[in-house]
């Protein structure tokens, strides 16, 4: 079984490509190994996470502080959905950058996303399913969330009418968020 990793402008994204074994009864796919993840600058992943998202649902920027800081491995399950990593460290020469990339069903990318970083993705399909592995456990007193239409950030989001949770309407903008990720 294959892995491409495939290193993003960010520094610490992987947009990550995975081998694919069909026949007629269906597919066979080898999603993560630890000592391959490893190599390429991946932590160990120690929680899954599984959200299912009707269309025109967005979900974030959402992060967790330090000392709870997650790094994110995202695939998308079913239907599909625009993904989207946002560079939140101090003095990181692409501090406020985003990258953003549709995964689904059928194109089977993963992308991780490092500590450091907000993440958020919109549902392009009814019923798109995501399934994340994270680094660290989930803390919410360390979870943060930054606004998803940030002009500061100015994300390109492909749905003009997003549906979005309380918390995810009220977030601070980048300028005022609270930040505690140093780049190295």
């Not at 269906?26 to 630890?34: I, L, S, V």
């Not at 450091?116 to 399934?131: P, R």
């Not at 390109?156 to 918390?167: G, N, T, V």
């Amino acid at each position: 079984m294959g892995f491409s990793f495939k290193p993003q402008a960010l520094q610490g994204l992987n947009l990550i490509s995975v081998e694919c074994f069909h026949d007629d009864r269906g597919f066979f796919q080898e999603c993560y190994r630890r000592e391959t993840f490893r190599e390429f600058g991946v932590p160990d992943l120690v929680q899954d996470n599984h959200a299912r998202s009707r269309l025109n649902v967005l979900r974030g920027l959402h992060y967790q502080l330090n000392p709870a800081a997650q790094g994110k491995l995202v695939r998308c399950l079913r239907g599909r959905i625009y993904d989207v990593a946002v560079d939140i460290r101090n003095g990181s020469p692409t501090f406020g950058n985003w990258f953003g990339v549709e995964l689904a069903d059928d194109n089977q990318l993963m992308l991780y996303v490092p500590e450091g970083f907000a993440h958020g993705y919109c549902a392009l399909t009814d019923n798109a399913e995501v399934l994340y592995k994270t680094t660290s456990y989930w803390s919410p007193q360390h979870e943060r969330t930054i606004r998803w239409d940030d002009p500061q950030i100015g994300i390109q989001w492909p749905i003009s009418a997003p549906i979005l949770s309380e918390k995810d309407l009220s977030a601070p903008f980048l300028a005022s968020a609270d930040i505690n990720f140093k780049f190295s």
